[in-house]
């Protein structure tokens, strides 16, 4: 079981759009994927239709009541896709925990839940909140690798330093071999020469890490939330579509390396 997460603490550059459309269409290729919403937002979990009432447990009660991870895993409208939903609740959770010494190894330990290996989970995507909070540090703790979504415009670069040493302060705290899983442009527009000097600085940059794919912004992708629906079935011929269908088939070409 791979457990990933999709974090960086810039807000709206596409981390939650990512985590559905990435995770839906590995779902969509057979793979068994469980989606986690670690955000206080609920945005993953409103964006794979599954409305506030319907959340009956949630990311919080998993870290802070010990509920176990696989009782509030639901199964969503999309074949193989599951997803622990989180509500409001989810913004006390690092006052709630102040006093658990193990606070910052909930999620990790949550997820040593026998029954999602039984269950044959091949991948765990976790949707982080725009911060490097406690929720943020518990992601890390519990990943193998983190994925940077950034977004091509001016100050996409900017903030990734800190990210990065966070990654390399919880590998050294936590003894853990935390790497960065890579970095996706997204809202990508072709004919604007700022997101071209973004992706080249990016390339430049951090090299490797940088995926081929990029991510075209397309009002579709925008809309499709709206409808509680992932993007590349909303419209599963539109462009946005294509490229987390791209990005999906390089994501698991990387990991085969
Ligand atoms: N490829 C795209 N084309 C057009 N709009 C997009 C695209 N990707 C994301 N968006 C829109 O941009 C906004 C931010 O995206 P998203 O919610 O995925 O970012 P986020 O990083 O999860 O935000 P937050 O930091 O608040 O959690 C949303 O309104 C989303 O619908
Ligand atoms: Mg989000």
Not at 67 to 86: C, F, G, H, Y
Not at 170 to 184: D, Q
Request: proline share 4%.
């Amino acid at each position: 079981m791979r457990v990933i997460s999709l974090a960086n603490q810039k807000g709206g550059v596409g981390k939650t759009t990512t985590a559905i459309n990435l995770a839906a269409a590995l779902a969509d290729k057979g793979h068994k994927v469980l989606l986690i919403d670690l955000d206080p937002q609920g945005n993953a979990s409103t964006g794979l239709g599954l409305s506030a009432p319907d959340r009956k447990l949630t990311t919080y009660d998993v870290l802070v009541d010990d509920v176990e991870i696989s009782k509030a895993a639901v199964l969503t409208e999309v074949p193989n896709l599951w997803l622990v939903p989180s509500t409001t609740d989810l913004s006390s959770a690092d006052v709630d925990l102040i006093e658990d010494k193990s606070r910052v190894l909930k999620l990790k330990n949550a997820l040593q839940d026998p029954v999602l290996v039984k269950e044959n989970f091949e991948f765990v995507f976790i949707d982080c909140p725009p911060s490097l909070s406690l929720l943020t540090v518990n992601a890390f703790a519990a990943s193998q690798s983190v994925f940077i979504p950034l977004q091509a415009e001016f100050f996409a670069l900017e903030g990734l330093s800190q990210l990065l040493l966070t990654i390399r302060n919880v590998r050294e705290t936590l003894g853990s071999n935390l790497k960065v899983e890579g970095v996706l442009l997204t809202m990508f527009d072709r004919r604007n020469r700022l997101a071209q000097q973004v992706e080249k600085d990016a390339r430049e940059n951090l090299g490797e890490l940088v995926y081929e794919t990029l991510i075209p912004r397309n009002v579709r992708v925008s809309e499709a939330p709206s409808f509680g629906q992932a993007a590349i079935h909303y419209d599963k011929y539109g462009k946005g579509a294509a490229g987390y269908f791209a990005l999906a088939s390089e994501f698991l070409q990387r990991q085969k390396r």
